[in-house]
């Protein structure tokens, strides 16, 4: 035969049982594939063959080394040439029944026996032309996708997609690699927009944390605009949204820039009645508290601007109920906030048991490669501690000494107000002294979950006023009790103060005053503590 003969071809193919295998431990299966229309081509050329017709496949699956990476159960499509003569375009695709990642075995978690289950993928158009593959409008309906991430923190579905790896992420001889311009270029494509037809679910568990997160994302819904790898700096619209637990709901809607060399994304997030319980493991282990009860409100400004995180949450937390699971000196967050974090929150809570902060998120993307747990450690927990200081310094600048506003305490270690002074050798309440306790009296009022402690001083100078022939080195008991009495009477006069004011009796503990002036440095006072 003649190179220049070519033979064309009408009718239909039926093709039963159809087993591929490419050497390298990929193999394929078709039960069964039909064809109706025309096929043309040279004889010696089958890569010049040219189709035109429409093709369904039934039960089509793909293994790796005995292991099923994906199944689907019909699939069918028009083929003919595109409208240049140089390539081939698929169109009208329909694809049912899809289950990839078959795991081994489920856990007692009750995950299903796949990654992800879709009942049907549709595709407009798929064309393929110089190397360069050409995808149109995408549609998923429903969709049932489980992630876990192992108690060893790897996360199940890169140990199954790892192109050195085998299902259950151990290590395995590598393919023969892909050399030349495909090796170089990778594939390069381009994809007019993706949608949910119908909604999804993920459900995704970590096991690295006591106790298991499980956090399920229900009737969630994806919008996608256009990607292309020839535009990788190009932003795409992303529209995002999801229920989390029962009644939680979580929003994006802005662009992304997936295909660059680094990830940028620019938009608004929202988050509405997610329950904070669900965290309670991440909690447990970055910050040594478990949460008992918690309801977030967030608005979110996202920044990401090649792979550099900088967004900003203006956060309403209410109904926070936090326990330690430590000991206070194994508290990493004293180090922090220089109090206890849930001493911290309860200083934070008006009245209504409501929480108000902005909460900067920064860092480096590449720093949260594993999941929701170091996104939790390096972002969320970095920013609540900036997010509490700023809240408290501006809540509390009035009333607590200049160094204390840095770091929430005084340099004496304790959590402290600025302290109410008196003239030596009295315990009357001066103007400018009664008008700071009616602040303090106020921020008592819109933070009921604040307790006080306070403490009468007596010092140094109060000895010529009081006891002007006391020798202060050689007190005698008498002298001693009479300092001892006016520190008390200080005291009470602070309690009562604040009492008259409408604070709880309860809520302002006294000390037992028993010091020597001549040890205590600084004015007559009483300190306040909380």
Known sequence: LEDSVEWSADGGLQLNGIETADGNGHDATVDELEW???????VDAFAGLNLNGRVSIESLALRRDDWQVGRIASLEGSVAEDDTGAGMLVSNIAAAGLDLLQRDQAIDSGEPGQVVAITRITVSEIGLADGRVVVGDVG?????????????????????????????????????????????????????AI??????????????????????????????????TERPETDTGVKLHTRLGRYGRLGYDGTLRPLAAQLSANGAGEVRGMDLK????????????????????????????SG??????????????????????????????????????????????????????????DEMKLGLG???????????????????????APLWPVLAVSKMVDVGGAARFKAVTFPAGDASLAADQTSYLSDVAKLLADRPKISLEICGRTAVDDLPVLLPDANPD?????????????????????????????????????????????????????????
């Open 36 to 42: 109706e229309g025309r096929a043309r081509s040279a």
């Open 474 to 530: 050689a007190l005698s008991d008498e002298q001693t009790a009479a300092l001892s009495g006016l520190a008390l009477t200080r005291q009470q006069a602070v309690k009562d103060f604040l009492l008259d004011n409408g604070i709880e009796a309860d809520r302002v503990a006294t000390c037992a005053v028993a010091e020597h002036p001549q040890g205590i440095k600084g004015p007559p006072r009483v300190e306040v503590g909380l």
């Open 278 to 305: 669900l965290f309670d493991g991440y909690a447990r282990r970055n910050t040594g508290y478990r949460i008992d009860s918690g309801n977030l409100r967030a608005d979110v400004e996202v920044d990401i601007q």
């Open 374 to 396: 170091d996104a939790f450690r390096t972002v969320l927990r970095k920013g609540l501690v900036t997010g509490i200081r700023t809240a408290a310094t501006t809540m509390f």
């Open 140 to 192: 998923i309906g429903a969709a049932d996708i489980w992630l876990k991430t192992a108690s060893d923190g790897k996360l199940e579905i890169r140990q199954m997609t790892g192109s050195n790896q085998d299902a259950r992420g151990e290590t395995v001889a590598p393919t023969t690699p892909v050399s030349g311009d495909a090796a170089d270029s990778g594939l390069q494509f381009s994809l007019a």
């Open 195 to 228: 949608r949910t037809m119908e909604t999804a679910s993920i459900t995704y568990l970590d096991l690295t944390v006591k106790p298991t997160v499980r956090l399920e994302f229900t009737e969630m819904t994806l919008e996608v605009g256009r990607l292309d």
């Open 308 to 365: 550099t995180l900088d967004s900003q949450a203006a956060m309403i937390i209410s109904q926070l109920d936090v326990e330690a699971v430590v000991a206070e000196e194994d508290d990493d967050t004293v180090a922090d906030l220089g109090m206890p974090l849930g001493a911290a929150l309860d200083l934070l809570k008006d009245g209504d048991d409501t929480i108000t902060l902005d909460v900067p998120m920064t860092g480096d993307i």
